[in-house]
């Protein structure tokens, strides 16, 4: 009696346990890829921006049969425009979910805080639109698909001379941001290089909410526009202050101002106003217009902006390396990254060059009626 | 010259909005005895109801601004009354450590409430009352900055109407000096104390909404450096004294502000809790405080 139930046992848990064994499912096994970005918090605009373009991209490369004949799984997490998150996502997603790349980030500052992780691990990581130099100096592992600040500062500071024709600017940046201060550096240099001059510099901290009393000192210093390389939470206020206080000359800013956000809190008071940035979904450009279609039609009619075309673009050009390494082998991977060459994105042909950014034109969006429209672009 | 007095209009219409504040710390403070930490968080409630009121009454018109601060300063005299009767009155007799540290946690509880149910991200507030610039003699002012001064002003009298002339002002007054012998005289302490947390919410709900005009972003963590600038201004002006708390936010809005529009810039949040701690170095009752002494 007791071996007979001893013996039922045993042929249960043998049958048990072969499901463990059992040969792996037809199914290819898919290549996981890592995102980390500001989903929530104080710029959840640009991560859900950004996010949607990488999911996007995901799911077309997907449709039309995977990289490498594996399909791609993204593993996403949320730093909540946290500092400090960047860096436990970044690692948790290398650890736990053994990414073999990392999309990420948009803020500069955000990215300095993961690349270094990634760099150590020997992940390659892909950069959205971090603009600030920095970012790819940590590391042979670092990437970009967007143009770098030095590029964009320049740009801003020729817009400035030449199209503004403005000759006395007041520059307002925050302290606390990378980003800000990278790019008002920049734009100072060649701004001053070129004839210009800078009357005043005020700043400010991130999550800021009152500006009176810097504009009211850069109102007394009599400029004839005011540089704000912040992000569009704060450019938005600012602006909105700045006229109630009678500022009345334009304002402009870096890609930071880019975010339906801008608008909803600046309004009217925006008008006039002028910022760079990546992309115009009014670019005529085959490619960019369909591009649009298809964004349109994923998510309910929005439509996309510079750091979604970016998140779409950066899953596209690690699609692209990993057909051309033909392995998910970090090392293989990296080089082919690094050999990137004339790929054709929707923000633009990218060639990721050697210190491994990407050389591409700044588009400038004019604020005006209460939208943001293209103005021109700016070659690099 | 002309910047001066715009630096000093700014700088008077950021310090009103501290003053609302401060007041709810200082009342409940000298009634109780206590900080209430969770006062900031009940400020960003009341900016939230008036988010929400807003889209109700239409945009731009006086009688919806007023509509939705009164419904936004109820909303929080009623939230300000639960919560007192949830977490604070059941310590009432433990030491004040207790109650502090449970203050912190309904702070943090709001925050993340706040996080949860209104999401973490900025909203843009709507224009409640009509907004328009005018200048005199090259200062600008902006129509809700003037509604900030006024509110303020009024909320300040009727306070210390309230609070000198009517029946509950005086059993507030007389709780502030001996909680014992008011209960020996005949006063419900606890309707009081209710009272006072309800009064104390209502002003931190207007200061939100005011807050709110001015800078029109809301975010659920809003109020954690006004509520702590707030509380610096309270202990400057003298804890638990009403005029202390109004001419305490004043000061640290005008100082801030001219700080603010100076080369040293960056500094300005320091310059509020490098105020503090020299205030509590030098003079620890405050500018209009007075030491009470303990009588054995």
Not at chain 1, 5 to 21: D, Q
Not at chain 1, 38 to 62: D, M, P, R
Not at chain 1, 336 to 359: C, H, M, Y
Not at chain 2, 55 to 72: D, I, K, N, S, Y
Request: charged share 15%; hydrophobic share 50%; glycine share 10%.
């Amino acid at each position: 009696m007791k071996t007979h139930v001893l013996f039922r046992a045993l042929v249960v848990s043998a049958l048990i346990l072969s499901y463990g064994f059992a040969p792996a499912r037809s199914a290819a096994e898919p290549i996981v890829i890592g995102e980390y970005a500001s989903l929530t918090g104080k710029e959840a605009g640009f991560g859900q921006t950004s996010h949607q373009g990488v999911v996007l991209a995901l799911e077309e490369i997907n449709a039309a049969g995977g990289v490498l004949g594996r399909p791609l799984e993204l593993a996403y997490e949320d730093n909540q425009t946290k500092s400090g998150e960047s860096a436990t996502v970044a690692k948790k997603l290398i650890s736990r979910n053994k990414v073999i790349a990392l999309i990420g980030e948009i803020s500069s500052g955000r990215s300095l805080e993961a690349a270094p992780i990634a760099q150590l691990a020997h992940i390659p990581m892909i950069a959205p639109a971090a603009t600030n130099p920095k970012v790819t100096q940590t590391g042979n592992y670092i990437f970009r698909v967007c143009f770098i600040d030095s590029f964009q500062g320049a740009a801003l500071a020729r817009f400035a001379r030449n199209d503004l024709k403005v000759k006395n600017v007041a520059v307002l940046s925050s302290v606390s941001n990378a980003y800000s201060l990278g790019l008002a550096k920049y734009f100072k240099e060649i701004f001053l290089a070129s004839g210009g001059a800078i009357s005043t510099e005020k700043n400010f901290s991130e999550g800021d909410k009152d500006f009176r009393a810097q504009l009211t000192a850069v109102k007394a210093a009599g400029v004839d526009a005011v540089f704000v390389p912040g992000y569009y939470t704060e450019a938005a206020l600012i602006v909105r202050q700045a006229r109630e206080l009678g500022l009345t000359m334009p304002f402009f800013g870096g890609d930071g101002w880019e975010d339906e956000q801008l608008l909803k809190i600046g309004g009217d008071a925006l008008n006039g106003c002028f910022y760079s940035t990546h992309f115009s979904a009014e670019n005529t450009d085959p490619a960019v217009a369909q591009f649009v279609v298809r964004y349109r039609a994923r998510w309910q009619g929005e439509i996309p902006g510079a750091f979604s075309a970016l998140g779409y673009d950066a899953v596209n050009v690690l699609a692209n390396a990993l057909k051309r390494a033909g392995t998910t082998d970090s090392a293989k991977l990296r080089d082919a990254l690094a050999a990137t060459k004339d790929f054709p994105g929707v923000t633009g042909v990218t060639t990721i060059n050697p210190e491994r950014n990407a050389s591409k034109a700044a588009t400038i969006i004019a604020l005006k009626d209460g939208r943001a429209r293209f103005y021109k672009t700016v070659a690099p | 010259m002309t910047e001066f007095l715009q630096q000093l209009l700014n700088g008077i219409s950021l310090g009103a909005i501290f003053a609302l504040i401060a007041l709810g710390y200082t009342m409940v403070y000298g009634v109780l005895r206590f900080i209430n930490f969770a006062h900031s968080d009940i400020f960003m409630v009341g900016a939230y109801a008036g988010y929400y009121m807003g889209r109700f009454v239409p945009e731009h018109t006086f009688w919806g601004g007023l509509a939705a601060l009164f419904v936004a300063m109820a909303v929080c005299a009623l939230l300000g009354v639960i919560i007192e009767r949830l977490a604070y009155r059941p310590l009432r007799s433990s030491p004040t450590l207790n109650v502090l540290i449970t203050a912190i946690g309904v702070s943090l509880l709001l925050e993340n409430l706040g996080q949860h149910f209104f999401g973490a991200a900025p909203r843009p507030f709507p224009e409640l009352f009509p907004a328009t610039t005018f200048q005199v003699g090259g200062v600008y002012f902006s129509s809700n900055q003037l509604v900030v001064i006024s509110v303020t002003l009024v909320l300040l009298l009727a306070l210390r109407f309230i609070v000198m002339n009517t029946k509950i002002g005086t059993a507030m007054r007389a709780l502030s000096l001996n909680r014992q012998a008011a209960s020996l005289v005949g006063i419900n302490n606890d309707l009081v104390i209710s009272f006072t947390f309800a009064l104390g919410s209502a002003l931190a709900a207007a200061g939100g909404i005011l807050y709110a005009l001015n800078y029109p972003s809301i975010d659920p963590l809003m109020g954690v450096l006004p509520g702590l600038k707030a509380f610096v201004a309270a202990v400057l002006g003298g804890i638990g004294n009403i005029p202390g708390a109004a001419l305490g936010g004043l000061l640290l809005g005008v100082v801030e502000t001219f700080v603010n529009g100076s080369e040293y810039s960056t500094y300005k949040d320091a310059i509020a809790f490098a105020l503090l701690i020299l205030i509590l170095l030098f003079r620890p009752a405050g500018l209009l405080g007075r030491f009470t002494k303990e009588k054995v």
